[in-house]
Nanobody, 115 residues
Framework: VQLVESGGGLVQAGGSLRLSCAAS????????MGWYRQAPGKERELVAG????????NYADPVKGRFTITRENAKNTMYLQMNNLNPEDTAVYYC?????????WGQGTQVTVSS
């Protein structure tokens, strides 16, 4: 099982990025998934979650109204659209199970927001 995150980069405050999460050797379509992030010196935190069918989503308070989580099960891929980014969003972003035992963590994708 391998999770691969991509789409990060350097962006100015107020900008946008779209992250992608792809999986090999496992099917994500039956799994409630989440996006997580880890900022320097901080613990990894849950940012957003999406049900297996994509109908139910939830967001951490700091990103509500700015981030949107979606998925395309036919492509075995999940996304995180991030708008109106601010420097506090700077972190390495990861995808994984929302519930229970986690899959092996991928390398993540770095998001850096400059002020």
């Amino acid at each position: 099982v391998q999770l691969v995150e991509s789409g990060g980069g350097l962006v100015q405050a107020g900008g946008s990025l779209r992250l992608s999460c792809a999986a090999s050797e496992t099917t994500l379509s039956t799994i409630t998934m989440g996006w997580y992030r880890q900022a320097p010196g901080k613990e990894r935190e849950l940012v957003a979650g999406i049900s297996s069918g994509g109908r139910t989503t939830n967001y951490a308070d700091p990103v509500k109204g700015r981030f949107t989580i979606t998925r395309e099960n036919a492509k075995n891929t999940m996304y995180l659209q991030m708008n109106n980014l601010n420097p506090e969003d700077t972190a390495v972003y990861y995808c994984n199970n929302f519930y229970g035992l986690k899959l092996p963590w991928g390398q993540g994708t770095q998001v850096t927001v400059s002020s």
